[in-house]
């Protein structure tokens, strides 16, 4: 029998975070002059946030690495193109298998970029080729800042959703703005980033909460939780786990059948299969002012699934790879 301390250790403690913001919002949502505070709150919060990712990432760790411009193609087609395409695809043929706001966020999940932390952290530990998963992983965050809002807005609109160019250059803006001032500052705030990492990871964390709580209550407020049942989330996780199963399984191919080693391989999947809760409650909040609740449900499942794959990928091509050294070691040395 598990004991709950050992259940407690396996629990993401960030996505327990987020579902705790969500059951606060549900018994106390924000209404009226406190509605008010907390989404001025939300967009400070979306502003500070891109200000000190711009401040931390230095150019030389995001070019390090950048030799591998091959791998680099492989990820950026994985994020920007690969995901898109089959989330468009899904919704193609399954046009009723979701509400319209789920397939909205789905659409949304796809257009996002990859994680930094996590594509590294995964790679490292699964002995892929890390420089070459910062160089891309934060390539990907760089370029998702002005990218996402683009691509989601271009498909979006294309069904149904009236959302207008201006709208989607203001977010741009928003977001792109913050982290250049960041990207200015950094001589002088930089280090004090670097050395402190638990400062950016408190804002990290802290703006999704505020964002996730203003969204919830604005949601409560508005009744989502009439339009949704448990059917619909099992169905937006078979959705989920249908687009992460399918772009590993596409990126792995296609890394072998184009000669890539096995480190660049780690990384390709790793990196290409990523998508950014940071990024992507932000530019949620920002795309669908007003009616965001329902929309970061499949990046909130997401999120989780992606965790508990990866990980347990990450752990096998580890455990290959020591069998690999074992099996190598256990060889006799050539004679003299």
């Known amino acids: ?20 913001t969500v059951a606060f919002a549900a018994v ?16 400070a919060a979306i502003v500070l946030l891109f200000f000190m990712h711009g401040a ?5 760790e995001a070019l390090l690495g950048a030799r591998h411009w091959r791998l680099h193609v492989m990820v950026f087609l994985g994020t920007f193109a690969l995901f898109p395409v089959l989330g468009m695809s899904a919704r193609f043929l399954a046009p009723t298998f979701l509400p319209g706001p789920l397939w909205a966020g789905v659409i949304l999940l796809t257009a996002l970029p990859s994680t930094v932390q996590a594509s590294i952290v995964f790679t490292s530990v699964a002995g892929g080729n890390v420089p070459a998963a910062v160089c891309s992983a934060t390539a990907s965050s760089l370029l ?14 294309r069904h149904g959703l009236d959302i207008s160019a201006h709208a989607i250059v203001g977010i741009v803006a928003q977001l792109l703005l913050p982290f250049v001032a960041g ?12 050395r402190h990492p638990f400062a950016l990871k408190s804002v990290d964390y802290g703006s999704i909460l505020i964002l996730v709580y ?41 890394s072998r059948q184009l000669g890539f080693s096995r480190a660049d391989e780690i990384a390709i999947v790793f990196c290409g299969s990523k998508k950014s809760l940071v990024n992507g409650i932000p530019i949620a909040t920002l795309l ?6 329902l929309v970061v449900i499949p990046l909130m499942l997401f999120h989780q699934i992606q965790l508990m794959v990866c990980a347990s990928l990450a752990r096998h091509y580890a455990a290959r790879q020591i069998k690999a050294n074992e099996s190598l070691s256990a060889l006799p040395a050539p004679s003299a």
């Open 214 to 254: 203003s969204a919830f209550s604005h949601g409560v407020v508005a009744g989502i939780w009439h339009q949704i049942d448990a059917g619909d989330l099992i169905r937006v996780a078979l959705v989920d786990i249908a687009l992460l199963a399918s772009v590993m399984t596409i990126l792995t191919l296609a």
């Open 28 to 43: 106390m949502p924000a209404r009226g002059d406190a509605a008010a505070a907390v989404s001025w709150l939300a967009d």
């Open 1 to 20: 029998m598990i004991s709950l301390r050992s259940f407690w250790s396996r629990i993401d403690k960030f996505l327990a975070a987020i579902l705790l």
């Open 183 to 194: 990207q200015i500052l950094r001589p002088w705030i930089g280090a004090f980033l670097t």
């Open 56 to 60: 931390k990432l230095s150019p030389e």
């Open 144 to 157: 998702g800042v002005f990218l996402t809002p683009l691509i989601a807005g271009f498909l979006l609109t």
């Open 288 to 293: 669908f002012a007003g009616h965001v609740g």
